[in-house]
């Protein structure tokens, strides 16, 4: 395998930087979207002023090919960063690029792990747009991140499973035994509290007021040794964080395989909660046979078998998906921002600002567009959730999607 870095200097966009006060222009839709592209990323503080970002490379979804006269075929990648003061600015501060190429791949399109250094500074507040072009393959994808680097940021803790490979999602998936690491130091010592996510209800529809704070789940207290836990028997929402730290930490779900995908008839029917009026619900709910009730209603509400397979795989896809990309402080499918992709699908666009995100649907026959605004707030397990600001407006496009799924 042979590798050619550049380095290249990207030029500034617009002069200044644009005040956080507004929206950005960037439309984000594409970071929850079905298909992220052939890599993942993550994050972990090294120390005071340097971050590692960690990319794992999926060399099966890569393009490879060979050139006249060569019996190797090679794949051409690159990885460029850009680091932004904050989130609506145009003004780079930052920006690199690796172009890469590999050949030993090609037979066993495996996965491999790649590290890049940026300089971001304690107490800094910066956003980090991660893009992969496979060459070969002419295609782009874009992730990124949003930081606040200081001793209560996630992004100080870096998770492994058993087998030492570096945990990508922030939930357990056929593993047991983790292990938990502040900025590369697993001798930190720790602390862990773990969550019941069975107390946590799911999110009220859209025009619903929320008149008080949800109450905060039972709790255990779980001691890392050397930063290790074993969950193998227990499920929730695990909080870690620096023994001294009393907010913030890392977020991690401890929840069955084979999640994000949820496959027990008795959670499937809790995510119908959005879909169903209170009868029809607690009918469904205490059913004999969960498994048959929840096949039949698909079936009842969709008329015939291939259209009722449709729309329940349909709907099952947007929970999982939910899941993958929303869950924080709870499963996906339980939040806000979950609950309108459940019900809406994929935004059309996605636009935010500090702390905020506003998801833009279409509506081609009148031509207006259907907005709903989340905002991040702090839970009372310390972890920081995005809330819809409900309207009495919603009620009516709610109930005429919640008409689309069940007709």
Known sequence: MRFVTALILFSLLLPGCISTNRLTTRNYSGTIN???????????????????????????????????????????YSIAYEIYPDITSNKVSDSNANILS?????????????????AIKDSGVVFVGLSFKDLNGKKTFHHFLEIEKSSSDKWNYLVKNN????????????????????????????????????????????????????PLPSSEHLFPDKGV??????????VIRKKEIE??????????????????????????????????????????????????????????????YSKMAAYEKNVTYANRFFSLSREGWKTDR????????????????????????????????????????????????YYLKRKEEYRIPWYKKVEHWKN
């Open 34 to 76: 079905e298909y992220a592209g052939p890599f993942r990323k993550t994050l972990v503080h090294k120390n005071d002023s340097v971050s590692d970002v960690i990319i794992e490379i999926n060399h099966s979804e890569l393009k490879y090919l060979k050139k006249k006269g060569s019996n190797i075929y090679k794949s051409h």
């Open 102 to 118: 590999d050949s030993l791949h090609f037979a066993t399109f495996d996965r491999s792990i790649r590290k890049i250094p940026i």
């Open 163 to 214: 087998s030492g490979q570096i945990q990508f999602d922030n939930y357990k998936k056929y593993h047991e035994k983790f292990r938990f690491e502040y900025r590369g130091n697993y001798n930190v010592e720790m602390q862990a509290i773990l969550y019941d996510l069975n107390a946590i209800a799911p999110a009220r529809a859209p025009f619903t007021q929320l008149e008080l704070k949800e």
């Open 229 to 238: 836990l074993n969950l193998a028997n227990k499920s929730g929402l695990l």
């Open 247 to 308: 907010i913030g930490g890392y977020p991690f779900l401890s929840v069955a395989a084979p999640f994000p995908k949820i496959s027990d008839a008795e959670t499937k029917i809790q995510t119908l909660r959005y879909i169903t009026g209170n009868d029809e619900f607690l009918k469904l709910k205490y059913s004999d046979n969960q498994k048959d009730a929840y096949i039949d209603f698909w079936g009842k509400s969709s008329g015939d078998y291939d259209r009722a």
């Open 338 to 385: 979950g609950m309108i992709y459940i019900v809406f699908g994929l935004p059309d666009k996605v636009l935010k600002h500090s702390g905020q995100e506003k998801w833009i649907y279409h509506n081609q026959r009148k031509g207006t567009d259907l907005e709903f605004v989340f905002k991040k707030e702090e839970t009372l397990t310390g972890i920081e959730e």
